[in-house]
T-cell receptor, first 116, second 114 residues
């Protein structure tokens, strides 16, 4: 059965700290791995990773994928209170029809709380 | 450009009733997927529609169904509601032109079954 496991489930840090969130997966027909940030309702897209070893970066956030060891990490440096949210990792898996979204298998998320 | 729009935002229904939720994707996006989010199970995939055809389906009972119209708007229907159907229902749209295109989510519909 396809599964995505995130760790830790929750994390409390202080502003300025650096955090690393983990996501491991076991899926058939892996297509891509995506990270989302969910503050209230709509998850907002952060990164999509398809190739191993290539870091994606956006401001203080960065992420990398290891397709051999089947995991990804999301790093947040110099955390701010606005980073407090649930971070979701999702893996796109499915049959290999062209140009499709397939379906996203989500982990349970990591709840990050950043204290001032 | 406008994001993904879901209506209604909140719904309260009683057991046994049925409900229809609506999702308007980002203009130009042809793929719409539906997800159920609960505290215990997290986000779970319901189904995906592309060009009015259901292409993928998750492990939900037949009470959950959907459809997509020619303008890519999608509806999800849940019949014979159960208490356990109380959840946040999210839809996501993608252009699905390039493999692995990222999905953008709507604000969701919060369904409460009493």
């Amino acid at each position: 059965e396809d599964k995505v496991v995130q760790s830790p489930l929750s994390l409390v840090v202080h502003e300025g700290d650096t955090v690393t969130l983990n996501c491991s997966y076991e899926v058939t027909n892996f297509r891509s791995l995506l990270w989302y940030k969910q503050e209230k309702k709509a998850p907002t897209f952060l990164f999509m990773l398809t190739s191993s070893g290539i870091e994606k970066k956006s401001g203080r956030l960065s992420s990398i994928l290891d397709k051999k060891e089947l995991f990804s990490i999301l790093n947040i440096t110099a955390t701010q209170t606005g980073d407090s949210a649930v971070y979701l990792c999702a893996v796109e898996a499915g049959v290999n029809y062209g140009g499709s979204q397939g379906n996203l298998i989500f982990g349970k998320g990591t709840k990050l709380s950043v204290k001032p | 450009k406008a994001g993904v729009t879901q209506t209604p935002r909140y719904l309260i229904k009683t057991r046994g009733q049925q409900v229809t939720l609506s999702c308007s994707p980002i203009s130009g996006h042809r793929s719409v997927s539906w997800y159920q989010q609960t505290p215990g199970q997290g986000l779970q995939f319901l189904f995906e529609y592309f060009s009015e055809t259901q292409r993928n389906k998750g492990n939900f009972p037949g009470r959950f169904s959907g459809r997509q119209f020619s303008n890519s708007r999608s509806e999800m229907n849940v019949s014979t509601l159960e208490l356990g159907d109380s959840a946040l229902y999210l839809c996501a749209s993608s252009s699905a032109v390039i493999r692995g295109t990222e999905a953008f989510f709507g604000q969701g519909t919060r369904l409460t079954v009493v």
